[in-house]
């Protein structure tokens, strides 16, 4: 093995530049779209996501009071149903249990039309199928109770709320692609009475917007018939006049009324083809300005709203082709920024924006039967779930108050952080396009948010240079002789240039790289080989490199330590444990303490799993309460970081039985403690920190739902 001054010796008591629990970042890495360029986002912590087992079969969503309590529920229904589901508000923004409920009539729009002091608030709905509308209420208990019913000769399907006449009542504007016109329905003595305002058209949208500012609600609808939207002022007379069409060559749907820019106008938006069109409101509503947005599939459905709190309308788009929710979180720019995907292969029926007071969240429904709720991070919580964007994989951490993540998004890998401070813990989403899916990285600090990431797989090396301050980054690329199994870094203040020591592991043969990397390029300095028959190595992270590894010849397997000081080699193999011929041992290894001193060797072989733990003096085998259990636990590199406020009590994910563990390790005695914590399935990354008012908290990836869980430690 080369000698340490061969490449450049380190300082006197000088340590890797390693990212450890106390430094100021926590890591996550995810694929996001591959361009040259990154991107920030200010998510203000928007992303705390909340899941629900409801009912399947069921596509659409109502945000309603049926109790008149201090909370908001949900209602679920769907045209092909007579049932739907309430979700009941409760303390802290959380819902109950799928409470399923029968309705005489399918459901294909329902929406609030009065409430009602000391009385049940009323609501309308409309069946297509039945070709009724019905004016309903709810009981204490949830069920919806038929008041009054008008029948229709078409088929009506939309319903816009708004009070037309001024005279204290809200009214429904009735719509549909086969219903006969335009229709409003009016409330007297709880009996709906109808006024038909257009006839012999077919309008697949109509919505109340005031158009000259008068304060009475004037009318936007989409045409079918010559495919345009048509305009309609309310005289005051009870009639609607046609003040404007506006034609288009290609079929239009999905009438919203915004507020795009948050100016005083009210916007039209719709879906053309691929694209949503946003026509700007004026003070003479003559909408000639437009905003576009064109996408690679027609929207299955889209909602324009402001869900980070910055003042600026977000855009939330369903994606069928994809499978996937995509939010847009805008800028003050008219062009569209790369969206962020939430609830990817969930089959996602329809979304809706829940708004109580000033706090917006997002409600997501899968024809399968999932509910999720997405909202802001606004209050101390002993366990809860983040999304960020897509399914993290592999993360670490260095201070209370940013994040990294890794996984899978649209085929292209990226490196993301996500900041924050003191008061929000998830504010910005910066992401770093990479050249390619790695399986491991190194982060180091170099202070005054500066930091480099060496991130690695069988047949390449990334260094990312990222600077908080001003969010410019440098990358290099190298390729390795033999595929990476572990890197570490050697720091120098004095030297300009960077040198780094890459462990590799070549069909059982291991040896160091070791490679300048200098401002615009990385060189190999040479080439070390240690051993043959290798099951796995791992580099220590101590003043000096240390090489431990695990070997298997000849059904005989031994641990073994490498060290180079100055001139002298120091080696350590130790006693010999026979394997079953045809078995093939399986390592893991982490340290413990801040130091990374001591190691423990996780070795599964003949059916069995041992810990070993080495010191660089002793390597003795710990004894657990049950000798035959046979575990498989995802040991972090840096095993301090899952360490809880007890002493050498450690938090570990255990594949075989898809469970967290509480480890504890009592070196003295030679023991080790393991109880059951938490199960849960597809855990592929964890560590413990501080987090909320000091508290001790586990973080944990999963891939079922593509969710961060931050969990309380009690």
Not at 566 to 582: K, L
Not at 586 to 600: A, D, P, R, T, V
Request: glycine content about 4%; proline content about 3%; some cysteine.
């Amino acid at each position: 093995m080369k000698k340490k001054e061969d490449i450049k010796k380190r300082s006197n008591g000088e340590k890797p530049a390693l990212i450890h629990a106390e430094l100021f970042f926590i890591l996550f890495f995810i694929f996001l779209f591959h361009s040259n360029t990154h991107s920030q986002i200010n998510i203000n912590g928007f992303g705390k996501t909340s899941l629900y087992s409801s009912l399947p079969g069921y596509s659409n969503i109502l945000q309603l009071n049926f109790n008149g309590d201090d909370y908001s529920d949900i209602m679920l229904f769907d045209p092909a149903q007579k049932r739907f589901v309430i979700h009941k508000g409760q303390k802290e923004n959380t819902f109950s249990k799928a409470i399923d409920k029968f309705f005489f009539y399918s459901i294909d729009n329902i929406k609030l039309l009065q409430n009602r002091t000391n009385e049940q608030n009323l609501f309308l709905f409309v069946s297509r199928k039945e070709r009724k509308a019905g004016l309903s209420s709810f009981t204490q208990y949830g069920t919806l109770q038929l008041l009054n019913l008008k029948n229709f000769d078409s088929y009506p399907s939309n319903i816009s709320v708004a009070d037309y006449d001024l005279n204290g009542a809200k009214d429904a504007l009735i719509s549909g692609e086969s219903f006969n016109g335009l229709t409003i329905l009016t409330v007297d003595k709880l009996i709906l009475k109808e006024k038909k305002i257009i006839t012999k058209k077919n309008f697949s949208g109509a919505e109340f917007i005031d158009l000259n500012f008068d304060g009475f609600p004037d009318i936007a609808a989409i045409d079918l018939v010559d495919n345009s939207i048509k305009l309609y002022i309310n005289n005051r007379e009870e009639k609607f006049v046609e003040s404007n069409t506006i034609k288009y060559l290609q079929p239009i749907s999905n009438l919203k009324i915004c507020n795009i820019n948050n100016d005083d106008f009210n916007d039209i938006a719709f879906i053309k083809n691929n694209e949503i069109e946003i026509l700007l409101g004026d003070s003479v509503s003559s909408f000639e300005n437009k905003l576009s947005f064109e996408f690679s599939y027609f929207p299955l459905q889209y909602e324009i709203n402001d869900l980070n709190s910055d003042e600026i309308q977000d855009l939330i788009l369903i994606n069928s082709r994809k499978d996937r929710v995509e939010i847009f979180f805008m800028d003050n720019k008219s062009t569209l920024p790369k969206p962020e995907i939430y609830f990817n292969n969930k089959k996602i029926a329809s979304v809706k924006i829940l708004q109580r007071g000033n706090a917006k969240r997002l409600a997501a429904v899968s024809l399968s039967g999932e509910l999720f709720i997405t909202g802001k991070i606004n209050r101390t919580n002993n366990a809860f779930n983040f999304a960020a964007g897509s399914s993290p994989k592999l993360f670490t951490q260095s201070n209370k108050t940013h994040f990294i993540i890794y996984g899978n998004k649209d085929e292209f890998p990226s490196l993301n952080i996500l900041t924050g401070n003191s008061l929000q813990r998830f504010q910005k989403l910066t992401s770093i396009p990479l050249m390619y899916n790695y399986i491991n990285f190194v982060a180091e600090d170099k202070g005054f948010g500066n930091y480099n990431f060496y991130l690695y797989n069988n047949k390449s090396l990334e260094v990312v240079s990222f600077s908080e301050f001003d969010y410019s980054i440098e990358k290099k690329s190298f390729v390795p002789f033999a595929p990476p199994i572990d890197i570490r870094i050697v720091d120098d203040s004095q030297i300009e240039s960077k040198y780094a020591h890459i462990l590799f592991n070549r069909n059982g043969v291991i040896g160091l790289e070791n490679i300048e990397i200098e401002a615009r390029q990385i060189i190999s300095q040479g080439i070390d080989i240690i051993d043959s028959n290798v099951v796995n190595a791992i580099i220590s992270n101590g003043d000096y490199e240390e090489i431990h590894y695990w070997k298997h010849e000849d059904s005989i397997l031994t641990f073994n330590s490498v060290r180079q000081y100055e001139d002298i080699r120091i080696s350590f193999t130790s006693e010999e444990f026979y394997v079953s011929p045809n078995i093939k041992p399986e390592i893991n290894f982490s340290f413990i303490g801040s130091e990374n001193k001591n190691l423990i060797s996780q070795v599964n072989y003949n059916d069995r799993t041992y810990f070993y733990y080495y010191n660089g003096k002793k390597f003795v085998l710990l004894y657990s309460g049950n000798q035959r259990k046979t575990y498989n636990f995802n040991m972090p590199e840096m095993l301090a970081s899952v360490k809880t406020q007890k002493l050498n009590q450690y938090i570990l994910y255990d594949k075989l039985s898809e469970s967290f563990k509480k480890v504890e390790f009592n070196l003295k005695d030679k023991k080790i403690s393991i109880t059951n914590y938490i199960e849960t399935k597809g855990v592929n990354g964890y560590f413990v920190s501080t987090f909320f008012e000091n508290n001790l908290y586990l973080f944990y990836s999963e891939t079922v739902n593509n969710l961060i869980t931050i969990r309380k430690i009690e």
